[in-house]
């Protein structure tokens, strides 16, 4: 039996609003699973990360690319 891993992103870690949104993992996804979007959720960050696990194939590519080490795959 294969097991996946999926992308999990540490919120916590992940520096994109303090960088504008310039996030390199969304940047290196084949499929543009990973997307910057500008958050309307009335918090103090002005971006946020969107995950579409539709279009994911969980390649981690994401994971390999993202410089903070946000994100993992589990």
Do not use: T
Not at 36 to 50: A, K, L, M
């Amino acid at each position: 039996m294969v097991q996946v891993k999926m992308p999990w992103i540490d919120r916590d870690v992940c520096v994109l609003n303090a960088v504008n949104g310039d996030c390199k993992a969304a940047q290196n996804c084949p499929r543009e699973a990973l997307q910057v979007v500008e958050s309307d959720n009335g918090s103090s960050d002005r971006y946020r990360i969107f995950l579409d696990f539709d279009r994911c194939r969980f390649c981690g590519d994401c994971a390999h690319a993202c410089p903070e080490s946000a994100i993992k795959m589990v």
